[in-house]
């Protein structure tokens, strides 16, 4: 089991940069993948990016290709977030999530993810 907490959000102006971390409990922190989702009023938990295991792998949603590095320090049990030339379409809560599945398969689904932490909220002014 791994116990999760987020910070680093704020406000914004659009095109500002903001970098998330996400500090993780437990020895077993390598054994996750690692997911970051984010969810803004009234939608759906959406995915933003991911990481395996040993961080050889990471994929991205579409919407943030290219504005979006994701990260992690297994010495240190954080996954971050670099979020660069953000828009206001990117205000939303952000969550870290972790994922204890083989690291060959690409997991985009909250329901893939069996932790999650409690979220931190960033909001971009345009």
């Known amino acids: 089991q791994v116990q999760l907490v987020e910070s680093g959000g704020g406000l914004v102006e659009a095109g500002g940069s903001l970098r998330l971390s996400c500090a993780a409990s437990?020895?077993?922190?390598?054994?996750?993948?690692m997911g970051w989702f984010r969810q803004a009023p009234g939608k759906e938990r959406e995915f933003v990016a991911a990481?395996?295991?040993?961080?050889?792998?990471?994929y991205y949603a579409d919407s943030v290709t290219g504005r979006f590095t994701i990260s992690r320090d297994n010495a240190r049990n954080t996954v971050n977030l670099q979020m660069n030339s953000l828009k206001p379409e990117d205000t939303a809560v952000y969550y870290c999530?972790?994922?204890?599945?083989?690291?060959?398969?690409?997991?985009?689904?909250?329901?893939?993810?069996?932790?999650w932490g409690q979220g931190t909220q960033v909001t971009v002014s345009s």
């Open positions: 990481i395996t295991r040993s961080g050889g792998w990471t």
């Open positions: 999530a972790a994922d204890p599945s083989p690291p060959f398969l690409r997991r985009t689904r909250t329901s893939e993810y069996d932790y």
């Open positions: 437990g020895r077993t922190f390598s054994s996750y993948n």
